[in-house]
């Protein structure tokens, strides 16, 4: 069977031998909105137990609306001057309204990338700023959560008096799903703030992973955080496979979004019978698998249906390479995830450590591949999980080390799909 792999901008097929395919685990999807523009509105005016967006508005001086990075699809063409408009009808106006882009510890949008996300129109007549974790004078400082995370939020965010945040809802390989107080922390958190969130406390955490939203002492911190900074107000959608809008969520921050959390994972949760020998994962196509770092996504969502000693084949473009500085340096550093987890114990948190982490858990129990035209040889060499040119080419050396009974899933678009092993019906 031919396969389409979302894989940087065009994608790429590969031929999977039908006597072993366990199954093509897509998300089985909601029907896309049939007039999105119409349906933001609506929830703008009815939201999730709360005052309409133009009612909180009223006799505010300013607003900050946060949005992602160029790393998240988002279809903020729609949604912005929505939520301008509704300001506007509160009596908010554009040059009294921050655009912060919520770029956590990315790097900061070009002008390019911001007239792709905003459109001239925004570019032109309202204040965008970018979030910089790293500048402390950026950051206020609002003290530690009950659970100890030491809490600095960009300055912009804390000083407006109405705080709205945009965002899509997809499982997140540790929050449990992205979205509404995912904006905050990371989205738009100091260093500090980041590295905490993102230590072996939290990554080490069973609860801790995709779909977990119940007793995830990650998804509590970001709750407390977003308290602390205040929260007013959410404009969440979720997407389909071809990125079209499937729900509107808006409103309270915590009901608006728990309500897209539950439509989500009735829409993207797909199952294999049993943990199989071979997953082949992406992470998504562009924008997702710019870097190495955003692609392990791909992997984490692929882990929980590949038997122990299986083999796991990531194909991502990442044409803007590994990631970050720190990111990269740490990725060719070691020579095995063993030896990088070890390195944890004497070490302060690393900036970017945590996709490696995440990395290194899932290498400990299965070979992973890596297919990426993006990297340079000399650092593919370094990594230390393999690198490959073609995936199929993967696909058979694998059937002929487990035998012809091997078993090969394959997640065409890894991070967007929330795998799982078949619950065992009673009886």
């Known amino acids: 069977m031919r396969v389409h792999l979302a ?16 199954g093509v685990l897509s998300m089985p999807g909601a029907p896309p909105i049939a007039d999105p523009a119409r349906e933001v509105q609506q929830c703008l005016e009815r ?9 909180l508005a009223a006799g505010k001086k300013s607003a900050c609306i946060v949005v992602c990075d160029i790393t998240r699809p988002m279809p903020n063409d729609l949604l912005v001057p929505a939520l301008l408009d509704a300001l506007a009808g509160g009596g908010v106006a554009r040059e009294r309204i921050t655009i912060l882009v919520a770029t956590g510890l990315h790097r900061p949008s070009s002008p390019e990338e911001l007239q792709q996300m905003l459109g001239d129109d925004i570019l032109h007549s309202c204040r965008i700023v970018n979030h910089h974790a790293r500048v402390l004078a950026e950051q206020k400082a609002l003290g530690r959560t009950p659970g100890g995370v030491p809490v600095y939020i960009d300055r912009a965010y804390c000083e ?22 995912k904006l905050i922390a990371p989205g738009c958190a100091g260093e500090e703030t980041i590295k905490a969130l993102h230590s072996p406390r939290f990554i080490e955490h069973p609860r801790c992973r995709e779909g977990i939203i119940e007793g995830n002492p990650l998804h509590e911190e970001l709750l407390a955080i977003a308290r602390m900074a205040g929260h007013d107000f959410i404009l969440n959608v979720s997407l389909d496979a071809d990125r079209q809008i499937t729900g509107v969520f808006a409103g309270d921050p915590v009901d608006a979004h728990m309500a897209g959390v539950a439509h989500v994972r009735n829409a993207v949760s797909a199952f294999v019978r049993e943990p199989v020998d071979i997953v082949v994962t992406t992470s998504a196509g562009y924008p997702l698998d ?3 770092y955003q692609s392990v996504k791909g ?25 970050s ?3 990269a340096g740490m990725a060719t550093s070691y020579s095995s995830a063993e030896e990088f987890l070890a390195s944890l114990q004497h070490h302060p948190v690393r900036i970017d450590q945590w996709q490696l982490e995440e990395c290194a858990r899932i290498a400990q129990d299965a070979e992973i591949v890596l297919v990426s035209e993006g990297i340079p040889q000399g650092q593919r060499d370094r990594l230390f999980v393999r690198s490959a040119s073609a995936v199929g080419a993967e696909v058979s050396s694998g059937i002929a080390r487990f035998g012809p009974q091997t078993t090969v899933a394959v997640i065409p678009k890894g991070p967007y799909t929330l795998v799982g092993i078949e619950p065992r019906r009673p009886g």
């Not at 939201?47 to 009612?55: A, H």
């Not at 992997?299 to 590949?306: D, G, H, S, V």
């Open 160 to 181: 407006a008096d109405l705080k709205i945040t945009t965002g899509f809802i997809e499982p997140h390989l540790m929050a449990g799903f992205s979205g509404g107080r």
């Open 299 to 323: 992997l984490t969502a692929a882990a929980p249906i590949l038997r122990k000693g299986g083999m796991l084949i990531l194909a991502a473009a990442c044409t803007e390479g590994l990631g």
């Open 290 to 292: 710019l870097t190495l």
């Open 47 to 55: 939201p999730r137990g709360g005052k309409p967006l133009r009612e």
């Open 7 to 22: 894989y940087g901008r065009s994608g790429l097929d590969v031929d999977i031998p039908d006597r072993n395919l366990a």
């Open 325 to 327: 500085e720190e990111f």
